[in-house]
């Protein structure tokens, strides 16, 4: 059975600093992974996808993630935090052998000016 | 490019009453998915369409719940009757295919007084 962890409910950081929110998974093949970024009373939306190819991913506003087989992680990191990064971020895992979308718990990120 | 649509954006019933939520996907989109989203929680899947077809609906509590999607475009998500518990955000979200990153609607706040 497939599933996602994110370790950390809350993560905070300094404006400026760079930031890593953490995501762990466990499939039975190769994953697909994803981040969102869900901000208050809004959908989630898509922020970057791990499918196959390089184990760095770059995605929208600056985010990126490093898939690392070894150790089943899928870290989203950024260089240099917004305070308009602020917002919860969920990991998600499909195993291709399945239909589901798998969702980890989210982790709020406070960027603190 | 429109995004997934859905309504309505709110709603406040009574335990026992029903109440039907709307979606409609991001045209030329064939897979579909209803999720609930619980305070505190990530989306749980509630039930995947790939068009007009139910590949997925493992977690759909059928007592009370029912889906479709008759035309393989817009879909609705019913239940009847509502508990308490099904206090919850439920989001839409559509893909090209099912191995593709999915993008969210804003989501239905129900509230079960």
């Known amino acids: 059975a497939q599933s996602v962890a994110q370790p950390e409910d809350q993560v905070n950081v300094a404006e400026g600093n760079p930031l890593t929110v953490k995501c762990t998974y466990s499939?039975?093949?190769?994953?697909?992974l994803f981040w969102y970024v869900q901000y208050p009373n809004r959908g989630l939306q898509f922020l970057l996808k791990?499918?196959?190819?390089?184990?760095l991913v770059k995605g929208s506003y600056g985010f990126e993630a490093e898939f690392n087989k070894s150790q089943t992680s899928f870290h989203l990191k950024k260089p240099s935090a917004l305070v308009s990064d602020s917002a919860l971020y969920f990991c998600?895992?499909?195993?291709?052998?399945?239909?589901?979308?798998?969702f980890g718990t989210g982790t709020r990120l406070t960027v603190i000016p | 490019e429109a995004g997934v649509a859905q309504s309505p954006r709110y709603k406040i019933i009574e335990k026992r009453q029903s109440v039907a939520f709307w979606c409609n996907p991001i045209?030329?989109?064939?897979?579909l998915y209803w999720y609930q989203q619980i305070l505190g929680q990530g989306p749980k899947l509630l039930i995947q369409?790939?068009?007009?077809?139910?590949?997925?609906d493992s977690q759909l509590p059928k007592d009370r719940f029912s889906a479709e999607r008759l035309k393989g475009v817009d879909s609705t998500l019913k239940i009847q009757p509502a508990k308490l518990e099904d206090s919850a955000v439920y989001l839409c979200?559509?893909?090209?295919?099912?191995?593709?990153?999915?993008?969210f609607g804003q989501g239905t706040r129900l509230t079960v007084v």
């Open positions: 998600a895992v499909r195993d291709p052998g399945a239909n589901n979308l798998f």
């Open positions: 791990y499918i196959t190819g390089d184990n």
């Open positions: 499939v039975s093949g190769n994953p697909y």
């Open positions: 045209s030329g989109h064939a897979t």
């Open positions: 369409f790939q068009n007009n077809g139910v590949v997925d």
């Open positions: 979200a559509s893909s090209l295919w099912q191995n593709t990153e999915a993008f």
